[in-house]
């Protein structure tokens, strides 16, 4: 089963929010619906970026990759690279 990581950006203050699922159109649903603490306050949101990954240890690594550089630079930088269609 294949699992994602994906970052959204806010449509109402333009902040960015980082996570890993392996349904990635349900995910964003949810958080559009409020069915998240900390995005609920801050919707809409869109998806800006995904990669997919063999299972959820890898997404799980590369989610904490992410994270871990604190970069809006480096986020901006990812959502530069195209979506799939």
Not at 37 to 51: A, C, M, N, V
């Amino acid at each position: 089963m294949p699992y994602y990581v994906y970052i959204l950006q806010s449509e109402l203050d333009g902040t960015y929010y980082v996570g890993s699922t392996s349904d990635l159109g349900m995910r964003v649903a949810r958080h559009n619906q409020g069915g998240s603490r900390y995005t609920k306050s801050k919707k809409p949101w869109k998806l800006i970026h995904s990669e997919e990954f063999e299972n959820k240890s890898e997404a799980l690594i590369r989610e904490h990759q992410i994270k871990k550089r604190k970069s809006r630079e480096y986020i901006e930088a990812l959502a530069r690279v195209r979506l799939p269609s």
